[in-house]
């Protein structure tokens, strides 16, 4: 397994494009992206539990039922959600990419990121779509990756090379997303893309099983979003002989995704909307996955503890608190927790009380960018990683206003 | 049912007091509260779901099995929480009180609130005891009230004067909270005194079945509190013939309660941490309690809906998003949405898409210190109210270093 360049067209086949069209008043922010395949691809994506479900998913999860799909359509700065006419807007961005790449619509999936609620405009998509395929590159996973952004403040790509079967294949991927993040068995926008042959039904199960420990883990705010997607395109380019059974190679292609979307979930969690720190949550000692899930996405998602984290403040009293409340069966009298970062680690609690620290060195540890809260709840052999951020001014200021 | 002032002191029989004892370095910040009822009284009291609880409830609830007590003892400034001698210093604690008052310890409630995980030095609040004694006063209830304070700014006293059997009755209380406010079974400190005549069993009834449409209602920012507590005593000396059964006098009691809760609960919302508005979420159109309860505490829980309100930026897809999270079935098809304040009303959305409104007149509207947020859901006939307030800049600030 190795880590490549090159994001959503590391894989073969993979052409994209970013462009401004003019959904956005800023006309140095691109907001439309294009990912194409060269040739039909198995298809499989995930999408947000919310029940107010923007149109775009709508109308991708329609044109994904075959299994099938061709290219990737995405807009950002309107989600095209809660709009009376938003799953027809959703299906005639479809017919325009169709009709410029010359497929057929329903090989389109189609994805909107942006303000809930105002109607989408068709006419810059429109107009945007020649320029948009002029764009079209196999090097250009940069520009779509841009284009997809709303407050993210850096492009999200990511990609490795590994080995099917003799022949060398690629997965690679963008993301986006910076705030409402609180994924319920998907999130966020992400495109990924891989050359390698699978079957529809095993990349759906790989995707769907994927998310479970990586997107389903990262909390911003703990809102879930009503367009969060996950899609994956999976062309066979690379001519191995296609996974169509769960044995050592499906292994091998998990390992890859697994690769790809961890680094894209770090990559959203520090650039969490405000964010002045990446979080993880590291518990170990679970009964089981699901209460080490539930402990380690409760500190995660603990305003308290985010704001804590901001100033650099030790105060792990609210790690505990959360997991109190977490729902999860715990003894908290077993507990411990400790802080780690690039500067160190530090002991702070055990068996559920306080223990004498050096505050110096705790703020030392504190005041780096990736801080790891490690949790050991002494009662089984599961552990669990969740990620989020910092709770910061720049957050309420970023949300206070954001339509205007 | 009249709106009277005396707050915990309302009640006759009841003296309340609050001094600095020396637990805050503060020296002009009381520390140290003291409720005392002339006589034994009834007494329930629920606490926090939270399975981390602060040693002081645990005390609180063995000294109160009986379902009798006759005084409060509070402290601010130390939590006692997560505290290897906790519990000991909890029961020394009762045992300075019922000392000093002539009572038995195990008539002595406990509540401690403020920093997690720090050892609570007795000393001070022995030294404490005497002059805590001395300025007992039947008016005395805003000294208790704000020596229960911590990161609040205001102090906060209800009561009410009623009539049972042909007697005057009053019901009063205090209350204390403002951060880690996101209520489960009960919450943050609540003190609560009545001379109505009524039995533990039943005043235990109505103090948790208010809860669940009151302080089970408010949440500041999501964290489950480990030393909530609401604590009620009724010392009979109205001279009503003691409420023994469901009838109607239980529910004028209720009703007395529920006057007094309510008010302390709006207290509470609107001096959350670093709030500069109250919210309320009103949902009405339920299909059941359940759904209404669970939609308005999602809409008030939403860190993005709190954040636009502290903006007044009437971002309605925030609150149809935390609708279509929240776990309730819901027809999002048919959600309307409108905001009001003492400026007036909005209306912003419509069968679940969004209606052309004023963007000057919802400015105006959500520029008032109480906001309510009106959602129906046109499913049925139940209704139900959450209070919460906005997420600022201070809220920010105040939690980044709450320990130094």
Known sequence: MKQITGGVCAAQGFKAAG????IRKNQTKRDLALIVSDCPASAAAVYTTNLVKGAPLLVTKEHLADGKAQAILCNSGNANTCNADGPQIAKEMCQLAADQLGIVPED????STGVIG???????????MAPLAADLGYDNSLHAAMAIMTTDTIAKEAAVE???GGKTCHLG???KGSGMIHPNMATMLVFLTTDAAI???LLHKALSTDVQSTFNMVSVDGDTSTNDMVVILANGLAGNAPVTEENEEFAVFMKALNTVTMQLCRMLAGDG????RLLECRVQGAPDLATARTVAKAVICSSLVKAAMFGADANWGRVLCAIGYSGAAVDVQKVDVAFASAAGRIEVCKDGAGIPFSEEYAKEILLKD??????????????STAWGCDLTYDYVKINGDYRT
Do not use: D, K, R, Y
Not at 370 to 383: R, S, W
């Open 19 to 22: 462009v401004h069209c003019g």
């Open 108 to 111: 389109v999936a189609v994805a």
């Open 118 to 128: 105002q109607p989408l405009n068709l006419a810059p998509i429109a107009a945007g």
């Open 162 to 164: 590994f080995t099917l």
């Open 173 to 175: 991927g963008i993301a």
């Open 199 to 201: 079957s529809s039904e």
């Open 273 to 276: 909307e405000g964010a002045t």
């Open 370 to 383: 990736e801080i790891e809260i490690q949790v050991n709840l002494h009662m089984g052999e599961a552990e």
